[in-house]
């Protein structure tokens, strides 16, 4: 897993972030905020239920770093309903804006409405109930202004953090700095055994990633392993329908690519990742019911036309 990256108003201070975490491509579409939406795609009855046993699931496992004692909380519930704010998105920034206020104190999120890897940082936000802490600041990936290169994240990427006079990158790292230096719900467990699982399915991500990618394109191995593997993953622990049991940082890591990768195999392929698959169904809908998550959520019409233009799709 990649390491935390800090950059400070002078410059460098860390190395360069990985390309596996953040948006930098102009495969993003235009956005209008009216055209948030809130489900990924309704839900198909799962037809039959998965196998215990699958060879491919195995994870390496890599620590996570601890929650400081004074930032621990209850865990959350999935809906978040008594911590959710609405609020009013603002516009994106472009080539034309002015900067805010860099560096006044104010903290800062840098995402793209569009990029699923700040999704991950926005969703956290929001479960955490951290709206009026940490402001959203959308800039257009397509039409980005300099001052965000020169001034605010040399590597010109999103998402990034403007806090205490630094910025940081990685939506991985961010989500856990978030849940670790922000009040609010915990959204990582104490349980050893839990804990060690997140680390492993963190880990497996950008493996399940490039599985169900490749797909698209036709190289490699069938996406439907890749599922069976999450459905497999969802069946670990019985204490609720997330992949910890309860709603977690690693639920909020998976959620902005399978909401793409659900409609878009459904559309293209007609293949449906809930069929046989009732864990993942269920999660689908769980993750529906979160507040936090629905506000950052998009148009699955427009997320299948960005994928179809990214994998040079033409359906006939």
Request: charged share 25%.
């Given at each position: 897993?990649?390491?935390l990256?800090?950059?400070?108003i002078?410059?460098?201070?860390?190395t360069?972030?990985?390309?596996t975490?953040?948006c930098?491509?102009?495969?993003a579409?235009p956005?209008?905020?009216?055209?948030?939406?809130?489900?990924?795609?309704?839900?198909?009855?799962?037809?039959?239920?998965?196998?215990?046993?699958?060879?491919?699931?195995?994870?390496p496992?890599?620590?996570?770093f601890?929650?400081?004692?004074s930032?621990?909380?209850?865990?959350?519930s999935?809906?978040?309903?008594?911590?959710?704010?609405?609020e009013?998105l603002p516009?994106?920034?472009?080539s034309?804006?002015?900067?805010?206020?860099?560096?006044?104190?104010?903290?800062?999120l840098?995402?793209?409405?569009?990029?699923?890897?700040a999704?991950?940082?926005?969703?956290?936000?929001?479960?955490?109930?951290?709206q009026?802490?940490?402001?959203?600041?959308?800039?257009?990936?397509?039409?980005?202004?300099?001052?965000?290169?020169?001034?605010?994240?040399?590597?010109?990427?999103?998402p990034?953090?403007?806090h205490n006079?630094?910025?940081?990158?990685?939506?991985?790292?961010?989500?856990k700095?978030?849940?670790?230096?922000?009040?609010?719900p915990?959204l990582f467990?104490?349980?050893?055994?839990?804990?060690?699982?997140?680390?492993?399915?963190?880990?497996?991500?950008?493996?399940?990633?490039k599985?169900?990618?490749?797909s698209?394109k036709?190289?490699?191995?069938?996406?439907?392993?890749?599922f069976?593997?999450?459905e497999?993953?969802?069946?670990?622990?019985?204490?609720?329908p997330?992949?910890?049991?309860?709603?977690s940082?690693?639920?909020i890591?998976?959620?902005?690519?399978?909401e793409?990768?659900?409609p878009?195999?459904?559309e293209?392929?007609?293949y449906d990742?809930t069929?046989?698959?009732?864990?993942l169904a269920?999660?689908?809908e769980?993750?529906?019911?979160?507040?936090?998550?629905?506000?950052t959520?998009?148009?699955p019409?427009?997320?299948?036309?960005?994928y179809?233009?990214?994998?040079?799709?033409?359906?006939?």
């Amino acid at each position: 897993m990649a390491t935390l990256k800090i950059w400070n108003i002078g410059g460098i201070i860390g190395t360069g972030p990985s390309s596996t975490s953040q948006c930098s491509s102009n495969h993003a579409i235009p956005f209008s905020p009216n055209r948030i939406t809130t489900p990924i795609l309704p839900i198909k009855p799962a037809l039959s239920s998965f196998h215990s046993a699958h060879p491919i699931l195995y994870f390496p496992c890599k620590p996570h770093f601890p929650l400081p004692a004074s930032k621990k909380s209850t865990f959350i519930s999935s809906a978040m309903s008594s911590r959710y704010v609405q609020e009013d998105l603002p516009p994106a920034l472009d080539s034309t804006s002015d900067p805010p206020p860099l560096f006044d104190g104010t903290t800062r999120l840098y995402i793209s409405y569009t990029c699923p890897y700040a999704q991950r940082v926005w969703i956290t936000r929001n479960c955490k109930g951290l709206q009026d802490q940490i402001k959203l600041v959308p800039i257009d990936l397509k039409n980005r202004p300099a001052w965000y290169k020169e001034r605010v994240y040399p590597p010109n990427k999103v998402p990034a953090l403007e806090h205490n006079n630094e910025v940081k990158g990685e939506s991985l790292d961010l989500i856990k700095y978030i849940d670790a230096h922000f009040e609010g719900p915990s959204l990582f467990p104490d349980d050893p055994a839990k804990r060690q699982f997140a680390d492993e399915l963190l880990s497996y991500f950008n493996s399940f990633y490039k599985t169900v990618t490749s797909s698209f394109k036709g190289e490699g191995t069938d996406e439907g392993i890749a599922f069976d593997d999450i459905e497999m993953a969802l069946s670990k622990f019985e204490d609720g329908p997330f992949f910890l049991g309860q709603f977690s940082l690693v639920d909020i890591a998976y959620a902005p690519f399978i909401e793409r990768f659900h409609p878009y195999l459904l559309e293209v392929k007609n293949y449906d990742i809930t069929h046989g698959r009732p864990k993942l169904a269920t999660w689908i809908e769980e993750m529906n019911k979160n507040e936090g998550y629905k506000q950052t959520s998009r148009d699955p019409k427009e997320l299948v036309e960005s994928y179809k233009k990214r994998y040079m799709v033409i359906k006939i």
